[in-house]
Each structure stands twice: as structure tokens, then as C-alpha cells.
């Protein structure tokens, strides 16, 4: 689930906001998104460390005679890219995560709903419209 869903669940109507307070459990939620972002990133780059050290053992080991040395070059070739691009969206959304976590954490349940109105309108979907 993306963390613009997760802040979709959190907003309240002005006439609500005193009834339920949502602070302790919307920071609890994202703090486990932020984590889950995190452990993603370090498994993505554990992988891209691994696929660029096997490429350059297949290059070293091609000169004593190894013909494996293109499909792995190939497919390091391939992997790497994809799982870079794959770690810049994480980065990204974990840097947003943090962001609003500092935010959510130092303000009143009035000002998280403004906050929570103008992310989710910023990303388009109109749910934070009302």
C-alpha cells in the first residue's frame, strides 16, 4: 500500500476532528511504512553490491578460459539499472515518509488534516477535497 493510501484512511471531516484523535496511530502506521521503505532499499542494494561483484568476478575469471562471462555481464547489465531506478522511488517516498512524519509528529490534529488534505491533493486523486 502506498503512503498516500495510508494518509487517505486518517482524514476527518472538521465537525470529527475532536472525537477521534488519529495523531498516535497515523505516526505508528507511517513509521512502519518508513521502516518497510528502508529494509526495502538495504535488500535492493544488497542485490545490486552482489550482481556488480559477481560481473566483475565473471571478468576476472574469463581470462583463464570461462565462457560465462557475456550472460553474466547480460544479466548484471540488465539488473542493475532496474533495481538503481527501483531504489531512486524508494529513496524518494522514504525522504517524503520522513518529511511528514517530522510534521505529523510536532503538530495538533487540526493542522495534520490540513497537512493530510494538501498531500493527498497534490497527488491528484481528490480525496482530501471536501
Not at 493510501?5 to 502506521?29: H, M, N, Q, T
Not at 511504512?33 to 529494509?39: D, K
Amino acid at each position: 500500500m502506498k503512503w498516500e493510501e495510508r494518509l487517505l484512511k486518517y482524514v476527518r471531516p472538521v465537525g470529527l476532528l475532536g472525537s477521534d484523535p488519529i495523531k498516535k496511530a497515523l505516526l505508528k502506521e507511517l513509521e512502519g511504512h518508513r521502516r518497510f521503505a528502508r529494509n526495502l532499499y538495504w535488500i535492493c542494494f544488497a542485490t545490486v553490491c552482489v550482481a556488480a561483484f559477481v560481473a566483475v568476478a565473471a571478468v576476472a575469471i574469463d581470462v583463464w578460459g570461462n565462457s560465462h562471462r557475456t550472460s553474466t555481464i547480460v544479466g548484471a547489465g540488465v539488473t542493475i539499472p532496474v533495481l538503481v531506478g527501483l531504489m531512486r522511488g524508494i529513496v524518494r517516498e522514504w525522504s517524503q515518509m520522513d518529511l511528514a512524519l517530522r510534521v505529523i509528529a510536532q503538530s495538533d490534529e487540526s493542522t495534520i488534516q490540513l497537512f493530510l488534505q494538501k498531500i493527498l491533493n497534490r497527488f491528484g486523486d481528490g480525496a482530501g477535497q471536501g
